[in-house]
């Protein structure tokens, strides 16, 4: 059940998206509304997918948050947020980003796949996404929060679609039974040296967990995974803060590299 109504859930959501498309932080919405609830968030965040879509663009893919345990204690939280990828946020791989475009962006590695089969909760688990998946691909997330320094609680970082603001998929598809992702290495370069290196065990132990997360979060809200669905499971290195004239490497033990220039 929403605290807040119609049009305050409008409002926070225009407010955050003028935010992202002009690239100009604000002060956390909680701040100003600090009954507002998890269903508030979310719907926030529903209103945000709508105005994107008003506009003619398209959801490409849905991604979780805050799911490794790097992450989790960086940002003090103990569960995971899901949120969406729109088509205008892709970015080739070998590509430039524009850093005027944002705020204060930070990359992190992420282990993603693609499903066959739709997913639906209550009840989903690993087992299921498993035979779920068509193939994994590597991807790099470019994440902007639109709150002043960084400065977010788990309800305002909901509203802001978990921070999402680019990203670039490269490497190579490969099927799910020829990886274990639990133990998938993956390096992060920035400009040649090497500030991050993590497993994909990272993201809650096996980072199809977190696609069976967000398979359950949907259930309750009567929504489903469809087949096809592109799905991030989020960050499997903790967020590098990255600045215009530096260079993005990362490296996915079996499925390739994923890069990128800040310019």
């Given at each position: 059940m929403t605290t807040l109504?119609?049009?305050e859930i409008t409002r926070l959501a225009e407010l955050l998206e003028a935010a992202e498309l002009q690239a100009r932080d604000v002060t956390k919405i909680t701040d100003d509304y600090p009954g507002m609830d998890w269903?508030?968030?979310?719907?926030?965040q529903d209103e945000l997918r709508r105005l994107k879509e008003s506009r003619g663009h398209r959801i490409v893919g849905l991604k979780a948050g805050l799911t490794s345990f790097a992450k989790m204690k960086q940002m003090g939280v103990t569960s995971p947020v899901f949120g969406f990828v729109a088509d205008y946020m892709a970015r080739p791989d070998g590509g430039e980003i524009v850093t005027s475009e944002l705020i204060h962006p930070k990359v992190e590695a992420e282990i993603?796949?693609?499903?066959?089969?739709?997913l639906k909760g209550p009840g989903?688990?690993?087992?299921?996404?498993?035979?779920?998946?068509?193939?994994?691909?590597p991807a790099v997330e470019v994440i902007d929060s639109r709150y002043r320094d960084f400065k977010?609680?788990?309800k305002s970082v909901i509203a802001d679609n978990t921070s999402a603001s680019r990203f670039v998929i490269g490497g190579r598809m490969r099927e799910l039974a020829a990886l274990d992702l639990r133990t998938l290495g993956v390096v992060l370069e920035k400009n040649?040296?090497?500030?991050?290196?993590?497993a994909g065990a990272a993201v809650l132990g096996q980072p199809l967990a977190a696609v069976a997360m967000l398979a359950n979060h949907l259930g309750e809200r009567g929504q489903e995974i469809p087949a096809g669905t592109f799905i991030m499971t989020g960050g499997v290195t903790e967020a590098i803060a990255v600045e215009a004239g530096d260079s993005v490497a990362v490296r996915f033990q079996d499925l390739g590299t994923v890069s990128m220039r800040f310019v």
């Open positions: 109504d119609k049009s269903s508030d968030a979310y719907a926030i993603c796949i693609v499903t066959k089969a739709p989903c688990h690993v087992a299921a996404v498993m035979a779920a998946t068509d193939f994994v691909i977010f609680d788990l040649g040296e090497v500030v991050s290196m993590a």
